[in-house]
């Protein structure tokens, strides 16, 4: 069942220096902590608007500031950060669809969410409504501003601009003009070729789709994903020794032992083999999942692909979440982090 459907925009803040997040020990670009959640629900036309208390960065950067004309006795007076997110999620409800003029503000939402100990499923689905703007009504750029889109439809002038709620308003006057189910279709072409991709593992495979991820590496280090049952016994499986690219260089399989049926008479004696393959949406990122049981011919080579990757000791066909952890990162903030600040 279909959610509601929420059009939302975000202002955010920015530190002066470049920053990097802990994504499960992973070091990610961080865009930036929400001050102002502005949104509008297509089925009823109620708005929300919501001004947070930035902690990470608590001063307000100077361009932000002229940017949205929110001034720092503003955010000081804003609701504390985790409080703000919680009251939109429950706002949107469950299985909301979210719409956005570009692509950035899902990604700062979810960047945002995770920081917060917030899980990074929601939402489940998001759409870019400039992209839609562009597809249907074409122009001369391919990213039109919002302010340049609703000049060009006619729609009258009532807000400023960079304001949350009133980008939100202006960006469902635009949607109203497009074919919205038509957008939608388009943009879940990527995701109907991530199962096809799956459906050529072969029969036997258990596919699960994962949309809206943060990273290109979520499929091996969020546990929403990488934590994958014994399609016999239902236990939790290890993870593979050995993460082998796929013959087309596309995607990467692994055999993974099953504690429970590991020598016994199980048909997941040997293992169970575990495929991913990604691909980026509109700055998150999509991953389909197999998982089906080995026949011989694919233990043979699984023997074979582990002793030569044994061999080549040091020189990973894979980056290993160990080698990149600690380094690289300047200032780094995590939930964790925040929590221990706040004791
Ligand atoms: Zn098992």
């Avoid at 109620?46 to 950067?61: M, S, W």
């Avoid at 919205?180 to 199962?195: C, E, F, H, V, W």
Wanted: aromatic letters at 10%.
């Amino acid at each position: 069942m279909m959610g509601r459907r929420i059009v939302f925009d975000l202002e955010w803040n920015q530190d002066y220096c470049a920053n990097q997040y802990d994504y499960y020990g992973f070091p990610e670009r961080f865009r930036g902590e929400i001050v102002q959640i502005g949104a509008v629900c297509l089925e009823d036309m109620q708005p929300f608007n919501l001004i947070l208390r930035p902690k990470f960065f608590p001063r307000l950067h100077e361009q932000v500031a002229g940017l949205t004309g929110l001034r720092q006795q503003d955010v000081d007076g804003g609701v504390e950060p985790r409080e703000g997110l919680r009251r939109f999620l429950d706002w949107c409800g469950e299985g909301a669809v979210l719409l956005q003029w570009s692509g950035c503000d899902v990604l700062v939402l979810k960047q945002n969410l995770y920081l917060y100990g917030l899980g990074e499923d929601f939402p489940a689905e998001s759409y870019d409504i400039q992209r839609m703007f562009y597809e249907q009504l074409g122009g001369d750029k391919p990213e039109p501003s919002l302010m340049e889109a609703v000049e060009r439809l006619g729609i009258p002038r009532k807000r400023d601009y960079h304001d949350a709620l009133a980008d939100a308003g202006y960006t469902a006057e635009v949607l109203g003009r497009l074919d919205l189910k038509k957008g939608i279709n388009k943009a879940k072409k990527p995701l109907r070729a991530l199962r096809r991709y799956g459906e050529k593992w072969g029969e036997g495979q258990e596919l699960r789709l994962f949309t809206g991820c943060l990273s290109r590496e979520s499929w091996r280090l969020s546990p929403g994903l990488c934590r994958v049952e014994c399609p016999v016994c239902k236990g939790v499986l290890e993870e593979p020794e050995h993460w082998q690219k796929s013959p087309d260089n596309r995607g990467w399989y692994g055999l993974c032992r099953c504690p429970q049926c590991a020598d016994s008479d199980s048909p997941a004696a040997n293992g169970v083999v575990l495929r991913w393959k990604g691909s980026q949406t509109e700055q998150l990122y999509s991953f389909i999942r197999g998982v089906s049981l080995p026949d011989g011919e694919l233990l043979a080579e699984w023997q074979r692909r582990l002793a030569a990757a044994r061999k080549r000791r040091g020189k990973q066909s894979c980056p290993q979440v160990t080698e990149s952890a600690g380094r690289l990162y300047r200032p780094l903030y995590t939930a964790q982090t925040q929590m221990e600040e706040e004791k």
